[in-house]
């Protein structure tokens, strides 16, 4: 049932890209384990083993602070549909930060959108596909546009002043390098 690629298809790419939702699962070497869902316009698949995930900002910043201790990352997809399907890529990742020399680049394959608070970049490794029989089906019915009006309605400088109080460290008080320039 399960195979096991070193990289992402076409066959693949079509079933991500298909997708509403998928899933992101860091770990620091210490402490917690992190395992968020993520939607809206912010994945792009840049070739069989690179994906780019636009980062929004969230209540915590979990995702940015394991990968400044460990690059290990899992992004995650099953199909709520007909054709039943779990996805995973495994891989190395990195955070970029707005401050960071390669964000005006990475940024290019996006549309602007506020909030945005890092885009993380995967080397895909490994890639398992899966039955998906036990997944239950789901509707989909639309998009939440709920943080899109937030950020618009805190602006540039209330983004900020979030940042600085929500998102600096991990709930195990590692830092996510989200003001850092060095």
Same mark, same amino acid.
């Given at each position: 049932?399960?195979?096991?690629?070193?990289?992402?298809?076409?066959?693949?790419?079509?079933?991500?890209?298909?997708?509403?939702? $998928?899933?992101?699962?860091?770990?620091?070497?210490?402490?917690?384990?992190?395992?968020?869902?993520?939607?809206?316009? !912010?994945?792009?698949?840049?070739?069989?083993?690179?994906?780019?995930?636009?980062?929004?900002?969230?209540?915590?910043?979990?995702?940015?602070?394991?990968?400044?201790?460990?690059?290990?990352?899992?992004?995650?997809?099953?199909? @709520? #549909?007909?054709?039943?399907?779990?996805?995973?890529?495994?891989? !190395?990742?990195?955070?970029?930060?707005?401050?960071?020399?390669?964000?005006?680049?990475?940024?290019?394959? @996006?549309?602007?959108?506020?909030?945005?608070?890092?885009?993380?970049?995967? #080397?895909?490794?490994?890639?398992? #596909?899966?039955?998906?029989?036990?997944?239950? $089906?789901?509707?989909?019915?639309? !998009?939440?546009? #709920?943080?899109?009006?937030?950020?618009?309605?805190?602006?540039?400088?209330?983004?900020?002043?979030?940042?600085?109080?929500?998102?600096?460290?991990?709930?195990?008080?590692?830092?996510?390098?989200?003001?850092?320039?060095?």
């Amino acid at each position: 049932m399960a195979k096991l690629l070193s990289r992402i298809d076409d066959r693949l790419r079509k079933f991500i890209e298909a997708q509403k939702i $998928f899933f992101v699962a860091t770990a620091a070497p210490e402490g917690l384990v992190n395992l968020s869902p993520k939607g809206m316009d !912010s994945l792009r698949i840049l070739g069989p083993q690179r994906i780019l995930w636009r980062n929004f900002t969230g209540s915590g910043n979990e995702t940015a602070g394991h990968l400044l201790q460990s690059s290990r990352m899992t992004l995650m997809w099953c199909s @709520f #549909t007909l054709k039943p399907m779990i996805l995973r890529a495994y891989g !190395s990742a990195r955070a970029v930060h707005p401050h960071d020399a390669d964000w005006a680049d990475l940024g290019t394959h @996006f549309l602007q959108a506020d909030g945005t608070r890092q885009i993380v970049d995967l #080397t895909v490794e490994l890639v398992q #596909t899966s039955c998906g029989y036990g997944v239950p $089906f789901f509707d989909h019915r639309g !998009s939440r546009d #709920t943080l899109k009006q937030w950020t618009a309605s805190k602006g540039p400088e209330g983004i900020r002043r979030f940042w600085e109080d929500h998102n600096q460290t991990t709930l195990d008080g590692a830092p996510t390098g989200i003001f850092d320039t060095t």
